[in-house]
């Protein structure tokens, strides 16, 4: 009896699933609040994985970032993971939600489709990977990109104009709390501002500020240890003398959004007696009098001694050290090694060295010095 067997055919291979993830980005600049990226992160994640056809490969999301750099972390890592073979297809709400810089918005879409990954804008209705996807997105790209050059041109617009009436756009600085129009003094820190000038003034540099208040548990505005940055920054700004200087800084563009210092190229604005003040005007000049002083401090003179003073003691150089005064500058030479107490060799005054002419090396002992071969003493 002839057995026949039946050969099914093979069933055909399910399509391979589309490893799906979204982009989205809130920007501060137009007042946004968080609460809105989260309803952002929900939507595509319900909406993602309510698709049988898609896997599920994540939300990626920026907060308070501008869409006009591609300086944006999880930006970045979207980017990082496409090109890594994790994600087939990425959808984002708009183009300006993804960049309204023209120029890197198509260096991204065409990297991303010579790998085959397509990107998806909601609004525009456009998808990277059509044949007039690229013509579409030059196209609404340039459009976004003006609107971003002309939303920046109303904000600065608005901004300059208050300049002009004396209007500062932020007080957020530490000695001071902004609340309801009213500018109030924290006592607590403008007496820590105040012991910063007269420590500065009795001449102590801003590192060594720094450290005494470090020492006594004192932070900076952001709760964080001063620095010899932070000290000199209090120490180089006017508001503390009640008065405002407007529009020190400005933005170099809508592109790079990059402070610059205002060197003359945009009308700076000063407002007297704008708020309560913590020093004086006398004692904030003095500072920058000072600070004048003390940027003027490397001499010819004092190169030419550098390296060049052995100590006696424990064989390691001098170096110099200025004392800032009120009316001007006393300079000293001591030994490396006296740091932590471990040479109590002598400090030697600027003026005795200046009395003689040196060639080579200089030893020193106590009161003497071995200058050229020749022993010099010199009173303490």
Known sequence: MTRIIKIEPPLPALPKRKRVAAYARVSEEKGRLLNSLSAQISHYSAFIQNNAEWEYAGVYADSGETGTTADRAEFKRLIADCLGGKIDIVLTKSISRFARNTVDLLETVRQLKEIGVEIRFEKEGVNSLSGDGEFMLTLLSGVAQEESHTLSENTKWGIRRGFKQG???????YGYKYKDGVCEIIEEQ???????????IGGRSPREIARGLDADGIKSYTGIKFNSNSVRHILENERYTGDLLLQKTYVENHITHRDMVNKGELPMYR??????AIISNETFQTAREMQKQRLAIKTPYASALTSKIKCGKCGKTYHRQSEFRVGGTFHTWKCWGRKNSKCDNAIIPEYVLKEHEIAAVIIAYENILIVDGVEIKWHR
Request: proline residues 4%; positive net charge; charged residues 20%.
């Open 167 to 173: 209007k500062t756009n932020s007080f957020c600085i």
């Open 190 to 200: 403008a007496a820590v501002i105040r012991r910063m000038y007269a420590e500065y």
């Open 271 to 276: 407002v007297e007696n704008a708020h309560p």
